[in-house]
C-alpha cells in the first residue's frame, strides 16, 4: 500500500499530471460549448462518447489523489478544493441525473471551474472572495438602507408625476438600482428638472453616495481580503517543510539565493585579482 501511495503522490505533485488534467477540463468545456448547438447530427453520439470518457478520466484522478494519501485516504477531504472536485465529479453519478437533466448540466458546467485549483492566482482571488463575504454582506446592508431611503424620498417626490417609476416604493428601488449603472441617468435628470430644479439635488446626493462612496467601500473590502488571502498563502509556503530538515522550504530557498549572490561575489573578485595578477605579469616580463 506505501508503494501505491508513493508513486500516486508522485503522479499527483507532477507537473504533466496537472497539465493532462487542466486540458481534458478545456475539452469538457469545448464539448460543453458544442452541444449548445442545435442539429449536429452525426456528432451527437461522439460526443456523448466524450462525455462519458470525461467521467472516466475525473473518476481516475480522484482515485488516484485519494489513494496518495496512503493508510489515512480521509485526509483528502480536509482541502476545499479536494471536497469541491470530489463533489462535482460524483453528482454526475446521482441516480435519476441523465439524459438532458438541467442540473446534470449545472454539474457538467461546475467541471469547468475545476481550472481554479491549479491556477495560483485564482486561488488568491477565489480565497479573497471567499474572505471578503462578511465585509460585503455589511456593504449590502448599508446598501439596502441607502436605496431604500432614497426609495422613499423618490416616491415622495414623484409619486403623482411619475407612476410607473416611482409608483411604489418596489418601483422605486428598482429604478434606483437600475440607475447604479448610470446608464438613465440623464433622463432621470431631464424628468426632475421638469418637475423642479430642487430635484437635481436628489440625484446628485444618490449618485455621490452609491456609485461613489459604497462603490469605493467595496473595493476597499475586496482589496483588504485580497491581501490578506496573499498573506496567508504566503504564510503557508513559510511553514511548508517538506524535505524534513526543521527549515521551512521558502527559507531554504532564501538562503540558498543569498548562497549563491554570495558565491557569484567571490567569483567576480577572484576573477578581478586573477587578471589584475596576470596584467602585473605580463607588464613584468614587459619590462
Known amino acids: 500500500m506505501s508503494r501505491v501511495a508513493a508513486r500516486c503522490a508522485r503522479i499527483v505533485e507532477s507537473r504533466p499530471f496537472d497539465a493532462v488534467i487542466v ?94 485549483r491549479f491556477s495560483p492566482g485564482l486561488r488568491t482571488i477565489v480565497a479573497a472572495l471567499w474572505r471578503s ?24 417626490i414623484f409619486e403623482e408625476t411619475y407612476p410607473e417609476q416611482y409608483g411604489t416604493i418596489g418601483r422605486a428601488v428598482l429604478t434606483l438600482f437600475v440607475l447604479l449603472s448610470l446608464e438613465n441617468l440623464p433622463e432621470l435628470i431631464e424628468q426632475g428638472m421638469a418637475l423642479s430644479p430642487w430635484t437635481l439635488v436628489y440625484y446628485v446626493s444618490y449618485v455621490l ?26 504564510t503557508e509556503r513559510m511553514a511548508s517543510d517538506e524535505d524534513g530538515d526543521g527549515v521551512p522550504d521558502e527559507l531554504d530557498r532564501i538562503a540558498i539565493s543569498q548562497r549563491l549572490d554570495d558565491l557569484r ?3 567576480a573578485e577572484l576573477e578581478r585579482e586573477l587578471r589584475i595578477n596576470r596584467d602585473v605579469t605580463e607588464r613584468s616580463r614587459d619590462d
Do not use: C, K
Request: hydrophobic fraction near 60%; charge should be positive.
Open 23 to 116: 486540458i481534458i477540463i478545456g475539452a469538457n468545456a469545448v464539448v460543453l460549448g458544442l452541444e449548445t448547438y442545435e442539429h449536429l447530427g452525426a456528432a451527437t453520439p461522439l460526443l456523448r462518447g466524450l462525455e462519458w470518457s470525461f467521467r472516466a478520466v475525473f473518476v481516475a484522478e480522484i482515485a488516484v489523489r485519494i489513494l496518495a494519501y496512503g493508510r489515512r485516504p480521509q485526509d483528502f477531504f480536509r482541502h476545499g478544493w479536494n471536497v469541491f472536485d470530489f463533489i462535482v465529479i460524483a453528482a454526475a453519478f446521482i441516480p435519476g441525473l441523465h439524459g438532458e437533466s438541467p442540473i446534470l448540466r449545472i454539474v457538467r458546467i461546475a467541471r469547468v471551474l475545476r481550472l481554479v
Open 133 to 156: 463575504l462578511p465585509g460585503v454582506g455589511g456593504f449590502l446592508a448599508l446598501a439596502m438602507v441607502t436605496l431604500y431611503v432614497y426609495g422613499m424620498a423618490g416616491w415622495l
Open 209 to 234: 453616495i452609491t456609485a461613489n462612496l459604497l462603490l469605493n467601500i467595496l473595493i476597499a473590502v475586496i482589496v483588504n481580503s485580497m491581501e490578506e488571502a496573499r498573506r496567508l498563502e504566503m
Open 265 to 267: 561575489t567571490v567569483v
